[in-house]
């Protein structure tokens, strides 16, 4: 495997055409400087999907279509906010993405972290506030901004103090509502600027200001990008990337695009004769929050009746800043941790992290619900550019690094090639499912038990180094495996995979790299805080216990907001983890007795509800693991089928048949 994986490397790494990505980025420059922010539906992303048609066309890509994609769009056609007393002077804000409009002129208040200590020494009513957003407390921003809501504040203008972009203080940051009904706008302002009103606050008892925001949301549309490099085998590889961005995005966007279209140009250019359809495709609508663009893309390969076809995506998001991080299922990391010990050892100026954590990354989440083998290529999440520049007016091609994007274009490239031309199916199954029916046999095993197995099996599914050794090795022993069986034997495999890809990751069940490993969502740490918890209370220690669940989100906010934003918050952990509405909050009064019961440290009251939630986590994991015994039943017998067809016979038998 790595001889195979360093030569299809190498080749690459010579046929980068850094000219032609440098190209590329200045021609996308243009356009998108002309335009500013591109979100989904805007007329910027709409000319980058033009760009990036045109080229696939130019190329000699085949049938290239601009998929259009329904979306909620946000026109805004004027802002404007000024001091007006005791000086007039004029500020560049940023309205978050989806705020209303909204036309005001009243006194600005500085609210401090946003926290409900800090409302309480001001009154915020009919104001225009000033929060500095600081992620270490609320790592969602529109927690104090609903804190402010509640306190009667018209308006709210925030900087970040920690978390994304708050290192440079000339940094604009754009963020979306995934919201568009808050009831307040909402905008960003340069942590210069901040600092200068906020000074001017101190000496001045009344700061009045003018907050002047004309915005609207209407129905509208983006664009998806597809183009095939054709097969007479309709099962296919896919390689995405998005062009929706803010400001210029080079690296949120760009490098991605650049990458993706040298790709696509080499192939071209050198006649690639692809084993599988090849599927270029740059999408919409990636920005968090909206995701429609994703979702529209596998949607549209549902109804073309392709989707069952798909059998790995590629996604390329971030790739041009320095280091490189990449997540995937599982089942692709072996092949990857080879991969990347050859492109270090050919290119080690840029570091490869190896992630196996695909819930970290939203766009490979969405693929492995359908059951699809997924990889990421991305910038590390610990990395500066989020500090610095991401979703800011700094992240030009300025800071794009070459070097990134070669080996990004390297990474995927070879990962391409060495998938489209090998079979996932590996021969070396053979014990492994024996051993799995074996153990399936047996009643005693429990539901965990014959999962592990099961997902034990679901890892050797693309372990292939030991293809050739073992076809070998068959074939010296006289025996034989035709067509119809390796057909047949294919068919199944993809289908355990697919089911626990699909089914299990849908559960919040994360398959490890040896065996199962339990994260019924972030439940596992919440649990073991609990437990913690009870154990300190039953011994009186009830300081150090009210301390240990401060470190859960849950708890934690109780300290920091009122009881109505408390809710609030809640409702929108809830919204995007309903693992934890089902396991834990089973009943809406539970979170005013958690308020009430923390807030105030009753330590009866507190012990009661922990009681509560703990059997609710029991219960919760008990039916999940019911309703997985219909998977096993299923996934049983297609391993049963595999082991059948993986018997091997001899070369007369396989001739007389």
Not at 32 to 44: D, I, P, V
Not at 274 to 286: E, G, K, P, V, W
Not at 635 to 640: D, Q, V, Y
């Amino acid at each position: 495997m790595i001889d195979d994986l360093k030569h299809i490397a190498s080749r690459y790494m010579e046929s980068y055409n850094e000219s032609y990505v440098d190209e590329i980025l200045k021609e996308l420059n243009v356009i998108a400087s002309a335009y500013n922010l591109r979100y989904a539906g805007t007329m910027g992303e709409h000319r980058v999907a033009e760009f990036i048609a045109r080229e696939f066309e130019r190329i000699g890509l085949l049938d290239v279509k601009l998929v259009k994609i329904p979306i909620k769009l946000w026109i805004c056609n004027h802002v404007e906010f000024s001091i007006e007393e005791p000086l007039k002077k004029v500020f560049k804000i940023q309205p978050f993405i989806g705020c209303k409009s909204s036309s005001i002129y009243t006194r600005l208040q500085y609210a401090g972290r946003g926290r409900r200590e800090d409302f309480d020494r001001i009154n915020a009513r009919g104001s225009i506030i000033l929060i500095e957003l600081d992620y270490n407390i609320f790592n969602d921003p529109l927690i104090p901004v609903y804190e402010a809501f509640s306190r009667g504040a018209e308006a709210v203008i925030v900087t970040n103090i920690s978390g994304y972009a708050y290192e440079y203080q000339n940094a604009i940051y754009v963020n979306y509502l995934d919201d568009f009904e808050f009831p307040i706008p909402i905008a960003y302002i340069d942590a210069f600027s901040f600092n200068e009103i906020t000074g001017l606050l101190k000496h001045c008892n009344e700061v009045y200001a003018r907050l002047k925001i004309d915005a609207k949301v209407s129905s509208g549309y983006g664009y998806n990008v597809l183009g095939y490099i054709p097969s007479n085998n309709r099962d296919t590889i896919a390689i995405s990337t998005h062009h929706d961005g803010l400001y210029t995005s080079a690296i949120s966007t760009l490098s991605g695009i650049a990458t993706l279209l040298s790709l696509a140009c080499y192939l071209i250019e050198r006649g690639y004769n692809a084993d599988h359809t090849i599927l270029l495709t740059s999408l919409t609508a990636r920005e968090a929050p909206f995701l429609d663009g994703i979702n529209s893309f596998f949607n549209y390969l549902e109804g073309k009746g392709r989707l069952s076809n798909l059998i790995l995506y590629l996604d390329i998001d971030r790739v041009g800043y320095s280091n490189l991080a990449v997540y995937s299922t599982p089942d692709l990391s072996k092949y990857l941790m080879y991969l990347i010990r050859v492109i270090t050892d050919l290119n080690p100026g840029v570091s490869i992290s190896l992630l196996d954590e695909p819930e970290a990354d939203t766009h490979i989440d969405i693929a492995i619900r359908y059951g699809i083998s997924s990889i990421s290529i991305s910038t590390p999440l610990n990395s500066d550019y989020y500090t610095k520049y991401y979703h800011t007016n700094l992240d030009s091609i300025e800071i794009v690094s070459s070097e990134s994007i070669k080996t990004s274009f390297v990474l995927v490239g070879t990962m391409l090639e060495y998938t489209d031309k090998i079979t996932l199916i590996p021969y070396n199954l053979t014990m492994p499912i024996t051993k799995m029916m074996h153990c399936l046999k047996y009643d005693i095993l429990s539901s965990l038990d014959k999962l592990d197995i099961l997902c034990d099996f679901s890892n050797l599914i693309s372990n292939t180094s030991k293809l050739d050794y073992i076809a070998s090795m068959l074939a010296s022993g006289d025996l034989y495996i035709d067509d119809r069986r390796y057909r047949k034997i294919s068919r199944s495999v993809r289908k355990i995979k697919s089911i626990i890809l699909r089914n299990l990751y849908s559960k919040s069940l994360v398959i490890g790299f040896k065996k199962l490993v339990y994260k019924l969502c972030q439940i596992v740490d919440l649990l073991d805080s609990i437990e913690l918890t009870s154990y300190l209370m039953s011994r009186n220690m009830h300081d150090k216990a009210f301390k240990e669940l401060e470190k859960n989100i849950l708890f934690k906010l109780v300290n920091y907001v009122s009881k109505d934003t408390y809710k609030y918050a809640i409702s929108r952990i809830l919204k995007y983890n309903t693992q934890i509405s089902k396991s834990i909050l089973v009943e809406d009064s539970t979170i005013d007795a958690i308020y009430e019961a923390f807030a105030f440290k009753k330590v009866d009251v507190t012990s009661k509800i922990l009681s509560n939630i703990l059997r609710n986590i029991s219960n919760h994991i008990k039916r999940e693991l019911v309703s997985l015994s219909e998977y096993i039943k299923v996934l049983s017998g297609l391993a049963e089928a595999c082991v059948n067809d993986l018997i091997p016979c001899k070369y007369e038998e396989a001739e007389e048949a």
